[in-house]
């Protein structure tokens, strides 16, 4: 079957801007990145290189005035981008599902927790057929509802569930709503869930307790997992695979054992040499030279050179092709091609 | 629960009420003009004792704290005193007046809601669209124009120069309206007379109107920045990264929270509407409380300006406290 090989969620040359005053902020300009089933993928890079962009492109959830411009999001092989609109909700919460960097804010404040994650198995008609008892329709789905509910929260990990589900989001702690959103996002048993900076807001002990969930949902429920983070040591702990986003685009992808040990792009080795190492004998860190590039004014070529100690002068012109090497890896750089 | 805790605000009141009662006495007194030199002018020649004979009836003659305190001693039974003007007790007068001022009150309210809601979603979804910025040039119209104005305005218009409505009073009293509660719209329904039903609602259009359009400005306002905020926040893309109809994130998820700033203007809007109406009242020969109080104060009718005034405190006050309750249902943030 051709579905089969073809990988899960592919997206190519993705292009989504920003209308500003200070010209077109180019948040996401030609992204290239593919997702197998089952993947447990983690996209890394620095702050402001598009990765939530990127992510909210592929549910085309931007927000005005952010635009997608170009690309196309192949989930199965079909492309999300020309979906109807009434068919992308369809996608919405039950093919691919988020979660979100800040649980305090992501929670509607006015409905309690119980009835917002009732409300994504309603809009899916998760519980059709669940409600064939002697009872009239309705009660026997609520009866239902309520049952999945409780089960959500429970696999999520939320003590007392049946009393946690009538709480308001106010009444959890960070890392119980984040526990809440993620019930929310895997209510439906979605294909993919893209996972921005899920930790970010919650202590340490509680992001490695995020983290074994998600990969016990990845484990028991085949999920494929994009785990968006700008921490490449919790994505190498966790992930098979990493990409490096720069600038917008993909730099590099491989496993996350490749990558970690033999990076081939100068940015990922610039990144690496930018984390202390416990245990290591104290080196100085080496920061990467020079800022990160406006978005509004992308120098021409590769984004990296102005920043690149191997920067030819064929880096400046033209476009840079994403290549294969021979152990599966892609790398977007002159000195591989 | 609930029950004991607006229980316990209801006791509340009460020395509100009394503070209030102490102030409008007090204010009445220190205004310049004696209600019998004034009931006097108006009836013609006077004998030199039938003035003696007034003020010893009203308690005139007694030093202030006494006149105070029959006054607050009254009250406490419930006896608000007799009026000068009227020589009927004052609860009484309210009490006849004051439907046709909550009937007024409700029509505008009315009229301010059916506006002012879609007008201030509509604006924040399409923030900065067209119909946007008319409508917020409108309500800005709204805000700044004057009641009376607009009241006249509407009445030249509709009344005069289309002859569609009527242009004072209730009812048309050859439409033989039985009163039952003195709620005329009301009362059309209870006796089943149709004639009333369309004549009461034609008298109430105008000045509902003119009494509701600040009303429905504000809303709108108040509605439409606290619509694009919510709409602003995390919580409405998840809610689409649900799969939730771009309808139901704008009515369920982002209007839900709006109200929570929305409601509170709504509830001084209430008690704006109830005690803010003395101009369209006398603009429309509205037989309602403002009239009445207008009246009471060119006649230094203290019993009945003290009455008058005590109302409109117990309405402001009773409306905060709906808006308190209200807002334990819509923010689930807040107990009362
Ligand atoms: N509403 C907006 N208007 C203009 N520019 C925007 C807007 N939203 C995002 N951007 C731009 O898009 C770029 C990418 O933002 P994005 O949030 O995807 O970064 P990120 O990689 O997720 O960073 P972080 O690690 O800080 O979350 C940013 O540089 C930002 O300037
Ligand atoms: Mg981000």
């Known amino acids: 079957m051709t579905t089969e090989r073809k990988p899960l969620l592919e997206i190519r040359s993705l292009t989504t801007v920003f209308p500003t005053r200070r010209g077109l902020v180019r948040a996401v300009s030609g992204l290239d990145l593919t997702l197998a089933r089952g993947e447990l993928l983690g996209l890394v890079g620095e702050s402001g290189c598009g990765k939530s962009v990127s992510m909210l492109s592929i549910l085309r959830l931007v927000s005005h005035p952010g635009r997608i411009v170009a690309g196309e999001v192949l989930l199965e092989g079909q492309d999300l981008l020309r979906l109807p609109i009434h068919a992308m909700r369809q996608v919405r919460g039950r093919q691919i599902s988020m979660i979100f960097q800040d649980p305090m804010t992501t929670l509607n404040p006015a409905f309690r927790v119980g009835d917002q994650i009732a409300e994504s198995l309603r809009i899916h008609g998760m519980l059709n057929g669940s409600g064939s008892s002697i009872w009239p329709f309705n009660r026997g789905r609520a009866e239902a509802e309520r049952k999945r509910v409780v089960e959500l929260l429970d696999e999520v990990g939320i003590a007392v569930p049946w009393e946690a589900r009538k709480r308001y989001p106010h009444e959890f702690s960070g890392g119980m709503q984040q526990r809440a959103l993620i019930a929310i996002a895997v209510s439906c048993h979605p294909k993919i869930l893209l996972a921005d900076e899920p930790t970010t807001a919650l202590d340490v002990t509680i992001q490695a307790q995020i983290m074994d969930l998600l990969r016990r949902l990845n484990q028991e429920h085949g999920t494929s997992v994009i785990l968006v983070t700008h921490n490449l040591a919790l994505a190498a702990t966790f992930c098979q695979n990493i990409a490096v986003m720069y600038a917008g685009r993909l730099v590099e992808k491989g496993s996350t054992d490749a990558v970690i040990e033999d990076p081939r792009h100068p940015y990922t080795r610039g990144l690496l040499e930018c984390i202390p190492k416990i245990g290591a004998t104290r080196q100085p860190l080496q920061p990467i030279p020079g800022n990160v590039p406006d978005l509004a004014e992308l120098p021409p070529g590769c984004a990296f050179h102005p920043r690149c100690k191997k920067a030819q002068d064929a880096c400046q012109e033209g476009e840079i092709p994403l290549v294969t090497l021979e152990d599966g890896r892609q790398v977007r750089c002159l000195l591989y091609v | ?336």
């Open chain 2, 1 to 336: 629960m609930r029950g004991v805790k607006i229980l316990e605000r209801l006791l509340y009141t009460i020395p509100i009420m009394f503070g209030v009662a102490v102030l409008v006495f007090l204010f009445m007194r220190m205004t310049p003009g004696d209600p019998v030199d004034i009931m006097m002018g108006e009836a013609g020649t006077v004998a030199p004792g039938e003035m003696e004979q007034l003020r010893k009836e009203f308690h005139l003659d007694e030093p202030l704290h006494v006149q105070l305190y029959l006054f607050l001693a009254d009250a406490v039974r419930g006896d608000l005193g007799y009026s000068y003007a009227y020589k009927k007790p004052v609860t009484e007068l309210i009490a006849e007046q004051l439907p046709a001022t909550i009937e007024l009150a409700l029509g505008a309210l009315l009229f301010g809601l059916i506006v002012a809601v879609p007008i201030g979603i509509w604006s924040a979804v399409k923030q900065y669209s067209v119909v946007d910025r008319l409508s917020m040039a409108g309500a800005f119209l709204g805000v700044s124009m004057p009641a009376f104005w607009l009241g006249i305005l509407l009445i030249l218009i509709f009344s005069v120069k289309l002859r569609w409505l009527p242009v004072t009073g209730r009812i048309d009293y050859t439409a033989g309206l039985q009163v039952v509660t003195g709620f005329y719209v009301l009362d059309s329904i209870l006796t089943g007379n149709t004639t009333a039903l369309v004549s009461s609602l034609k008298h109430l259009v105008l000045p509902s109107v003119a009494l509701g359009a600040g009303t429905a400005a504000m809303v709108a306002r108040v509605l439409r920045s606290s619509m694009v905020e919510s709409l602003r926040q995390d919580y409405v893309i998840l809610a689409r990264a649900k799969g939730v109809r771009e309808t139901w994130v704008v009515l369920k998820h982002a209007l839900r929270n709006a109200l929570i700033p929305t409601v509170t203007v709504v509830g001084i809007q209430v008690g704006v509407l109830l005690g803010g109406n003395m101009i369209v009242e006398q603009v429309f020969s509205w037989p309602g409380l403002g009239r009445l109080a207008v009246r009471a104060i060119f006649s230094r009718d203290f019993p009945l300006v003290q009455g008058v005034v005590m109302v409109y405190a117990l309405t402001f006050v009773l409306a905060n406290l709906l808006v308190d309750i209200l807002y334990t249902y819509i923010n689930p943030k807040i107990t009362l």
